[in-house]
C-alpha cells in the first residue's frame, strides 16, 4: 500500500513563492508518474502538474506554465512543486498523485481518475 504524505503549504501575499513536498511513506514502485492536482472551494479537483519516474518529463495545466515547477530525482524521492509569483486564484488544496504506471506522454491534462493513489493534501492561501 502506498502512503503519499503531502507539506509545505502556507499562507501567502500575492506574488510570494511556496515549495510544496510529497513523500511516499511506504515503498513505492520502480517506475511511476507523479502528479499534483488542487481543489478551490466550491470547485473540481484540477491538473496542475505531471513528472516521470526519474523526472525526465513534465507536463503542467497552462494556468501554471512559467509559474510552477514540478521535479524529482527518481522513483523513490519526494516530488516537488515548487510555486512562484503566486496568484490569489492558486488557492486551494494541493493533493499529490501516483501511477503506477510509466510516463503516458499527455496530449491533454490527465484526469483524477488515471491516478489511484492520493495524499491528504496540503492548503495553500494567496491573498491579495
Known amino acids: 500500500q502506498v502512503q503519499l504524505v503531502e507539506s509545505g503549504g502556507g499562507s501567502v501575499q500575492a506574488g510570494d513563492s511556496l515549495r510544496l513536498s510529497c513523500a511516499a511513506s511506504?515503498?513505492?514502485?520502480?517506475?511511476?508518474?507523479m502528479a499534483w492536482f488542487r481543489q478551490a472551494p466550491g470547485k473540481e479537483r484540477e491538473f496542475v502538474a505531471a513528472?516521470?519516474?526519474?523526472?525526465?518529463?513534465?507536463y503542467y495545466a497552462d494556468s501554471v506554465k512559467g509559474r510552477f515547477t514540478i521535479s524529482r530525482d527518481n522513483a523513490k524521492n519526494p516530488v516537488y512543486l515548487q510555486m512562484n509569483s503566486l496568484k490569489p486564484e492558486d488557492t486551494g488544496i494541493y493533493y499529490c498523485?501516483?501511477?503506477?504506471?510509466?510516463?503516458?506522454?499527455?496530449?491533454?491534462?490527465?484526469?483524477?481518475?488515471?491516478?489511484?493513489?492520493w495524499g491528504q493534501g496540503t492548503q495553500v492561501t494567496v491573498s491579495s
Open positions: 498523485a501516483l501511477d503506477r504506471r510509466a510516463w503516458r506522454d499527455y496530449t491533454s491534462n490527465p484526469d483524477i481518475t488515471d491516478f489511484p493513489y
Open positions: 511506504m515503498a513505492t514502485f520502480s517506475v511511476n508518474t
Open positions: 513528472i516521470s519516474w526519474n523526472g525526465g518529463r513534465t
